[in-house]
């Protein structure tokens, strides 16, 4: 069926091919009546017929765009076609359905414009489906389709389920806090208090009193006993953030928690049991920190027990859309907007920048564009002036892929495994985890050559 307003059959004479169709379909005049109403648009909607003919469409579909936004307003205003927009809509029993939008002007015989026709499609199987795809990406909060990430994704459990302390290194931003919440959750200890301490935003005599506590008079101001973050973590899990970053007298006093699971607060002889579970992370590697002398070798290897490495974003680019699509996901419910997605050109520019930052510092890209943006779609111009800058071609040539995230995201990766082998198919598989003949179905599917 033909967008084109001249094409569209009047209601009135064209009810038969207007019920027959999927797409929901309804008229307004100009002031916002809605005149017909099809079979699909009752079915949809949960509203009847004889309901909605007469009422004003934004009282009858209470969509997310109706205030803000409303595309029959655009087209009828400007006499320009919208195609495709998505939008939620609310259903008779107050459900929030996904839908896709398309609109037209309608013009009497003398050409006047006289109302507007709206066809919107229900995306809800389409939007589970999604929702199931991504979710094969996702463990706990994490979201990550590099195979790296996908190997500590298949270990995490197990580690989870020890008592085993556990060192993450990697580089500012890219999420070690996430991972040690993940095997927070995912282990026996999950009900008890999950405890986070910056180990560098302190100094040190804070730091000590702020994870061991103190009794009255044990200095200046302390006028009260306190506890400590070992004992507000009893029965669950603390997270040491950057313990690089610990003098070597405050190592001494770790180093005896993991020892002999015992400490004592500041200004007191009296032991207390540490029954805590320990996670460290570091934004560099301790093993260098321990060659120049800054770090115990003792508290090193009692740390290193389990450790996990994460990679930088630069390592992992496959994961650039799928976090890019979550993020706007997320921004979306937090600040109520209906934004569909990033251009091409900004997917291109984010594709090809370095991140400093890592995940992060990508998070705090998408948030920034979306204070400025005001239409549907993220645009180059609402990125951060430094962003800007990067040039706006990816290296990967992965345009032709489409706006599909996971198709963008898989085409990524096995283009990195073909560039990393050399374009040698069986090596470049077994990096992915598939065998030979998965990776020449994936790569026809996806026009993939190399070089």
Known sequence: MSRNSSELPSPTHGDVIL??????????????????????????????????????????????????????????????????????????????????????VLRDEAGDVVGGVETFR???????????ITKEYTF???????????RIFDVLPDIAQSESTVL???????????????????????????????????????????LFGHVRGAFTDARSDRDG????????????????????????????????????????????????????ASNRKLSELLAGGVFREDLYFRLNVVKIVLPPLVNRR????????????RFNLRQGK????????VMDVLMAYGYPGNVRELENIIEHAFVLCRGHEIEVGHLPGEIRLVPAERPEK???????????????AILEALRKHGGHRRLAAAELGIDKTTLWRKMKKLEITYP
């Open 398 to 412: 992965t345009r032709h892929f489409g706006e599909n995230p996971l198709q963008q995201a898989e085409a990524i």
């Open 318 to 329: 496959e994961d650039i859309p799928l976090l890019v699509e979550y993020f706007v996901r």
């Open 122 to 132: 229900d995306l809800s199987a389409i939007e589970a489906l999604r929702k199931e």
């Open 229 to 280: 973050r070992f004992a507000r973590a009893s029965g669950g899990t603390i997270f040491l953030d950057e313990i690089g970053d610990t003098s070597s007298a405050l190592q001494v006093r770790l180093l005896r928690v993991l020892q002999e699971r015992e400490y004592e607060r500041l200004g007191s002889s009296d032991t207390v049991k540490a029954d805590v579970r320990v996670i460290a």
């Open 19 to 104: 019920n027959s169709i999927a797409d929901g379909v309804f008229t307004v005049d100009l002031d916002w009546n809605i005149t017909f109403f099809n079979s699909a648009a009752e079915r949809i909607t949960g509203i009847s017929r004889d309901q909605a003919i007469g009422q004003r469409c934004f009282d009858v579909f209470r969509a997310s765009i109706c205030e803000t936004a409303c595309a029959l307003r655009q087209t009828i205003d400007g006499d320009k076609e919208i195609i495709d927009l998505k939008a939620n809509i609310m259903n008779a029993a107050g459900e929030t359905i996904p839908i896709s939008i398309s609109t037209a």
């Open 168 to 210: 993450i290194e990697g580089p500012s931003g890219s999420g070690k806090e996430l991972f040690a919440r993940a095997i927070h959750n995912l282990s026996p200890r999950k009900d008890g208090p999950y405890v986070v301490v910056n180990c560098g935003a302190l100094p040190d005599t804070l730091l000590e009193s702020e």
């Open 338 to 345: 209906e934004i569909q997605g990033v251009s091409g050109e």
């Open 140 to 150: 706990e909060d994490i979201i990550s389709k590099n195979r790296d990430i996908r």
